[in-house]
């Protein structure tokens, strides 16, 4: 942030805190809780109501309740329960900048209820159901509820996740946990499994769902028996909406522009008529006649394959975005049956199609450092110009049938749809035996449909609960029609063509794949509790099932032409799009299309997955410790291909059988403060993508990604200390202290095959040790005279060491993925009288391993011989949020994100040793982008 970018910060901020506080020492607010006078217990959905009026709320799982934005003024205030008597508390003060607190005693009344049914399901979608469910939970998690998201804007689940301690973000997408990569970190939507979104590794993507389809998000830290043991980061549990409080129809229209981007030219090749809708309707696709492999000896073959087997349509087209657009639209329905039965209808749909620029990008890998000449060493060294176009389209339908007040039946789908359009523009150069001055052009477009559906029920009983849960997840990947296009200068001496751009045999590639993954999963979960003594122990168990099937097809093509080609003889240095790659040019005696389809590349993978657990949990006067063991058997099985050309198969079998045993104890020191304690053990296993031979070519990389078939298991023993603080309604102060021990963990690493060219594929290491401190503070500032605000803050410290076998040179380092360091903070404004909310958001993550570096272990080697590691570098984001209702049905919502518009950086720190043997440190830059400032608003309407 420069000089005049901090003036103008903190000048709006000063002026956004000095107006917010003036608003909101003009009002008062009446708080307190709601208990039975007998049992003492608190009276859950009792409604409280200001006589006279419409203002009013109702009670939380504490009984707890608050009516804010009152005017100075004396009130009466109406307390009433079904099966109570209703209490009527005159001469109620309110005071400016005041709460008027009441403690209410209600007493049961003698009358004979017909037909009348509490219905009483436990929410978390809500800031204090939330808090109060982290409170009460025997596990170390911590949650974001609907409520929050409603604050903060998050347009998807990526966005919402980093609010939560220890978590940071890579590619916008993919989830780090306490300094943990997205593989060592487990996904469930519903309390079923999800799929990979991902060909290359086992990661979800986060920026699939959108926020207005989520409930809440829980991330549990700590292990525990009814949870799968292929966790040790942070298992996420998203849960979309079920029950609404009211019935509802709402439409929100919107739009952003970022200044990057719109109002600039944008390149694209021309695509399908559903490109809008985020997949492609068959023009990228191979035409029917053509599904099997090419025979490159039948001439007639290739040539009508190379005629009319593709869209060749090579042209790049240009204009100017004017805006991104976002629609979304809702209907919730609440119907009550006869004899107090509920049905419940969920329904939303959500449309985004926006637009990104990132231009001008430095995409450079190095060599080892020049000592002779104190210089970097490029291998490559590029500048790209990207041009994306994304579309989401997501739908969500949820039933629920509530029969009584103890059960629930669900039926829970979601599905989403995200179509990227990207072309991107390169020109420099690469330095492998000598220097080649280049120019590459990547048409991309890649579809990703998800979908989760879960059938599910749960019974509650006076002493036990019964659930269970059939879910099916599937995941399609596909990848039409990469088209790239190499082209390279004429370096001839006295050539004539000498120093104009040309292009080679082989060097105009089509690639085509897809994946097809599907889950199937089940599981039954029962808990008992028993009267032993002044004891209540609860006893756990359950079951769960899971089978996996995963489908990866690939093909490759190029274009080639014999020396002897019907072509004129400079055709090579022609203009690729408009004068090579034409109609005119087609044919098996001119430039024809070759199949060069690698089948190892290519690969079937089965899953079999089968758990069961016991636990107990034995509250002990102020102690309560909920330990237990899980079993896990697993059976992966991968059938590829054998060679290049044949057909013929091997499987290949990872199997496994683990107990993973578990403890929680917490220690309530009393109603706001207690103590955890939680030990675990838990699994990291390879996934299908890792163990195979596939090859993938990574065009932003400018590298293969290959797997690696003797990748092993990893093992890690987990331990957390947590302290828990709740001061008042709403507020929570945590501080945590987190170990993990890692056996042969699993990291993304390259091989150095010839003259500074790269594989990327996966490692293990001998050992690893990750530990650090998380702080989550959620506290309101009415203590300081600004009872409208709220301040969020959560922070992490956090270190790794990765240890390798003695016999090598390999130095400790962290551990991929790891920052040193994460920040979130918010302040946030709400005016509930009239209808205001605001925020200032700050994140900011420390400098973290992306790509792990390669030590050459050879005797006789120096640091001079070694290639560093790359980091992703520090930066600032800074979000602004405002959002103002109209006339109860109408919401205008407005954000500025990423206000500072810092560039995104990555760096690698080389050091090489000199003749008088001393030491030195050096940078360079690998990677360096700025994304630009978005600016979002948004106009809903609800009834």
């Known amino acids: 942030m420069n000089r005049h970018q901090k003036k103008y910060f903190f000048s709006f901020l000063l002026l956004f805190i000095s107006t917010c506080y003036s608003i909101a020492q003009n009002t008062g607010s009446v708080i307190g809780v709601v208990l039975d006078k007998e049992t003492r217990e608190p009276l859950i959905g009792a409604a409280v109501l200001i006589e006279g009026s419409t203002l009013g709320t109702s009670t939380d799982l504490d009984g707890n309740f608050a009516i804010v934005d009152l005017r100075p003024g004396s009130y009466t205030v109406l307390i009433k329960y079904v099966g109570y008597a209703p209490i009527r508390q005159e001469n109620v003060v309110v005071t400016k900048g005041q709460s008027a607190v009441l403690n209410i005693d209600m007493v049961t009344e003698g009358l004979e209820l017909q037909s009348v049914v509490i219905v009483g399901q436990r929410k978390q979608n809500t800031d204090l159901a939330m808090l109060q ?18 604050r903060t804007q998050d347009r998807d689940a990526a966005e919402v996740i980093r609010r939560v301690p220890g978590i940071s973000l890579t590619e916008n997408k993919f989830v780090t946990v306490r300094g943990l990569a997205q593989r060592y970190n487990n996904v469930w939507i519903n309390n079923a499994a999800v799929p990979s979104s991902e060909a290359d590794t086992r990661a ?35 849960s979309t909406k079920d029950v609404p409080d009211q019935n509802s129809f709402s439409v929100s229209v919107g739009g952003s522009v970022n200044d990057k981007t719109h109002f600039r030219d944008f390149y694209y090749n021309p695509g399908s008529g ?44 240009k204009k100017s975005p004017f805006a991104d657009l976002r629609l979304s639209t809702s209907w919730n329905h609440r119907y009550d049956l006869e004899n107090g039965k509920r049905f419940a209808v969920i329904s939303t749909l959500n449309y985004t199609n926006s637009y990104t620029n990132a231009l001008d990008m430095v995409n450079s890998r190095y060599g080892i450092w020049n000592t002779r000449e104190d210089a970097p060493e490029y291998v490559y060294n590029y500048t790209d110009n990207v041009y994306a176009n994304n579309v989401r389209l997501g739908a969500m339908l949820n039933l629920t049938y509530l029969p009584n007040e103890q059960d629930k039946y669900e039926f829970k789908n979601i599905f989403n749809q995200l179509g990227q359009d990207k072309y991107t523009n390169r020109s420099g150069y690469q330095f492998l035996s000598q220097k080649y001055i280049q120019e590459k052009q990547e048409y991309f477009y890649s579809s990703r449909s998800t979908y989760s559906g879960q059938v599910s029920g749960t019974y509650n009983r006076e002493a036990s609960k019964f659930d269970w849960n059939i879910g099916y997840a599937y995941a399609d990947k596909n990848q039409p029609d990469r088209r790239i296009i190499n082209r390279e200068e004429n370096t001839f001496t006295g050539d004539a063509h000498e120093g104009e751009m040309f292009i080679d045999q082989n060097e105009i590639e089509r690639i085509f794949y897809r994946l097809n993954e599907h889950i199937g999963s089940a599981g039954i979960n029962y808990q008992k509790t028993f009267d032993v003594g002044s004891l209540q122990p609860i006893l756990k168990a359950g079951a769960y099932s899971e089978m996996k099937n995963r489908d990866y097809k690939n093909r490759a093509f190029t274009y080639q032409w014999s020396n002897n080609a019907n072509l004129p003889t400079d055709f090579r240095y022609q203009d690729v799009v408009n004068e090579i790659l034409i109609p005119a040019n087609w044919g098996s005696d001119k430039i024809y299309i070759n199949e060069n389809t690698n089948n190892t590349n290519n690969y079937k993978g089965k899953n079999y997955h089968y758990a069961g657990y016991l636990g107990i949990n034995v509250p002990v006067n102020k102690f309560d410790i909920y330990a237990g063991v899980r079993y896990e058997n697993n059976d992966m099985r991968l059938t590829s291909y054998t060679s290049y050309l044949d057909f013929r198969t091997e499987e290949r079998k990872y199997k496994s059988s683990d107990f993973f045993p578990s403890l929680n104890m917490t220690y ?16 990291n296993r390879p996934e299908f993508r890792e163990v195979s031979t596939s090859v993938y070519y990574d065009f932003d990389l400018f590298s293969p990604i290959k797997g690696n078939k003797d990748l092993k298991i990893a093992h890690i023993q987990n331990m957390d200390l947590r302290y828990e603080f709740y001061p008042n309604q709403g507020e ?24 500074g060219d790269y594989t990327f594929t996966f490692t293990n290491a001998k050992g690893a040790d990750n530990y650090g401190i998380e702080v989550d503070i959620k506290k309101t500032l009415d203590f300081i005279g600004l009872p ?21 040179r390999k130095p400790d380092r962290q551990m991929q993925g790891q920052s040193p360091y994460l920040i979130n ?7 509930a009288k009239h209808g205001v909310n605001a925020g200032i958001l700050y994140n900011r993550i420390g400098k973290r391993i992306i790509g792990v570096g390669r030590v050459v272990t050879s005797p006789g080697t120096s640091i001079n011989n070694d290639i560093p590691d790359s980091y992703e570098m520090p930066r600032n984001a800074i979000d602004l949020t405002f959002s103002k209702k109209i006339a109860q049905r109408w919401e205008v919502k ?11 950086t990555f760096k690698q720190f080389p050091r090489f040793e000199d003749d008088n043997k001393e030491i030195h440190k050096r940078e360079q830059t690998t990677k360096q982008y700025s994304p630009g400032r978005s600016f979002i608003f948004s106009l809903s309407y609800t009834i």
């Open 788 to 808: 409208n605000f709220s301040l969020n803050f959560n922070g992490a410290l956090i270190k790794s060491k990765v240890q390798f076998e003695e016999d090598t």
């Open 274 to 317: 559903t490109d809008f809708l985020g997949f492609d309707d068959g023009k990228r696709s191979f035409e029917g006649s053509y599904l099997d492999r090419l025979d490159v000896e039948n001439s007639s073959d290739v040539d009508a394959f190379t005629k009319n087997g593709f869209n060749n349509d090579w042209s790049v087209k």
């Open 732 to 755: 929570a102060i945590s501080v945590a202290l987190f170990y993990k021990h890692f056996k042969n963990p699993i990291e993304w690493t390259y091989i150095e095959a010839n003259s």
């Open 825 to 831: 903070t918010g302040l946030f404004y709400q005016h």
């Open 204 to 238: 979800f993507s986060f920026d699939l769902i959108p926020s207005s389809q989520m409930d809440n998000l829980v991330v549990i830290k700590s292990q525990a028996p009814e949870l799968p043991a292929d966790f040790s980061g942070g298992f996420i549990k998203m």
């Open 668 to 683: 309530k020191m009393n109603d706001q403060h207690q103590l955890r304690l939680a030990y675990g053990a838990s699994i």
């Open 894 to 904: 407005a954000s500025a994100r990423d206000i500072l518009g810092e560039k995104i």
């Open 133 to 150: 469910a982290t409170k009460t939970s025997l596990l170390v998690q911590s949650g974001i509820s609907s409520q929050q998201i409603t």
